[in-house]
């Protein structure tokens, strides 16, 4: 008998949810709403979400509207609708990211194929901006790179700067947000990166272990903090979900970081996320890391959960949780474990009957972590700040 996926009994459950939901909301209850702060249109998810059939119908029927916007996008350059190109490039770009994100094969023709979509898109949409928006890569260790992207701020000298860290089932086109960047808007240097295990990394077969994803902040910092654009006294990290665990291991081995904020929290024991969950996120992971045996991973993630916390008491960034109380992957009890740990200024906005990916609040959080970074930055936190704040429904 051939060895089974981590988790492959479930896949009939699995399967079924998705066949009797509109739409992710069973799997990510509170997704749409965070889908559509990042760019995707209402269309483009109807045209995937009402022909899913199961879980492996998903990277056709993305990578298939990707392919009917990408077209669009040419049709409008062709006319010389230059805005209109730009939207349908994006729009196509995040579809082909979706797409090839859940095929978690190192090598799959179609996950190349895809992901070789998404850089073609996004490189579109760059040079239709006037490449305003750059693009680069930090190598880390030999042969081993980070890619970013970095988009400076207008106007003369230094500028505050964010370093968004996405999380594990993002790319750093997800959260890019050319036409509803929270912290551009507001006057900061804004960049976002594929680390290890992530997007164009894994692509390139660079896997995450358990102290490469700081490294690679760091080299991503040194090439920032040499940019005249920047003032390397005013860096944030910002995280969403996994990357609200890296984020602290960036800040707790790199002293300049001096406001750092979490999203969707993924900050306490990771059994509910790998062995309670819907099983793609195990699967994933076990990609991202390259671990293909599951005894092998478990072992990674048992190590990976017993140096968490002594490393987290290190950070003495500035620092700001925001979660749901009602957060299927990180329990209200594993967040103020989390928090006591922290020796640092710190808040916690914990926003009652809201889920991991936190849609219902969207709209209205990401603008308030955009200012509490603003402010961070320009002003500090006094020494011993601890504030705990719960947002009622």
């Known amino acids: 008998m051939r060895r089974q996926a981590s ?14 939901s509109d739409n992710e909301d069973v799997l990510h209850p509170g997704i749409m709403g965070v889908r559509y702060e990042r760019g995707f249109k209402h269309m483009d998810l109807e045209a995937v979400y009402s022909r899913v059939t199961g879980r492996r119908s998903f990277p056709r029927l993305w990578a298939r509207q990707a392919a009917v916007q990408e077209e669009k996008a040419r049709a409008a350059e062709g006319a010389g609708h230059i805005q209109t190109a730009k939207l349908h490039y994006n729009r196509a770009g995040l579809c082909f990211g979706r797409a090839q994100h859940l ?8 996950k190349m ?3 070789a979509g998404v850089l ?14 750059e693009k680069h890569q930090a190598e880390f260790d030999p042969g081993k790179n980070a890619y970013f992207y970095f988009w400076p701020a207008e106007g003369e000298g230094p500028k505050p700067t ?4 996405p999380g594990m089932d993002m790319i750093k086109e997800d959260g890019l947000l050319p036409w509803n960047n929270w912290f551009h808007m507001r006057g900061m240097n804004f960049a976002i990166m594929d680390g290890p295990g992530q997007g164009e990394s894994n692509i390139n077969q660079v896997w995450v272990d358990h102290e490469n994803y700081a490294r690679a902040g760091s080299k991503v910092l040194d090439l920032l903090c040499a940019r005249p654009e920047v003032d390397e006294s005013k860096i944030g990290l910002f995280g969403m979900s996994m990357g609200s665990r890296w984020t602290v291991e960036i800040a707790a081995n790199d002293p300049r970081p001096q406001a750092v904020c979490g999203q969707m929290a993924n900050v306490g024991p990771s059994d509910i996320i790998f062995n309670q969950a819907q099983p793609n996120f195990k699967r994933i992971y076990m990609y991202m890391s390259n671990i293909l045996d599951e005894d092998e991973f478990d072992a990674f993630v048992e190590k990976r959960d017993s140096i968490w916390l002594p490393l987290a008491a290190k950070m003495k960034a500035n620092y700001l949780l925001v979660a749901g109380d009602m957060d299927e992957l990180c329990s209200p009890e594993d967040i103020e474990v989390f928090i006591n740990t922290l020796t640092c200024p710190k808040e916690l906005w914990l926003y009652e009957g809201v889920f991991h990916p936190m849609g219902e609040v969207a ?8 200012d509490w970074m603003l402010d961070t930055l320009n002003n500090g936190l006094p020494a011993g700040h601890d504030k705990r704040v719960v947002v009622p429904e």
């Open 120 to 133: 073609r898109c996004f490189d579109k949409m760059r040079e239709l901006m006037g490449g305003k928006i």
């Open 113 to 115: 194929e895809y992901h």
């Open 363 to 370: 709209a209205d959080m990401y603008p308030a972590i955009a």
């Open 103 to 110: 095929i978690p094969v190192d090598g799959h023709p179609k």
């Open 7 to 20: 988790r492959s009994s479930q896949n009939w459950i699995f399967d079924n949810f998705l066949k009797l």
């Open 162 to 165: 964010v370093l968004l860290i």
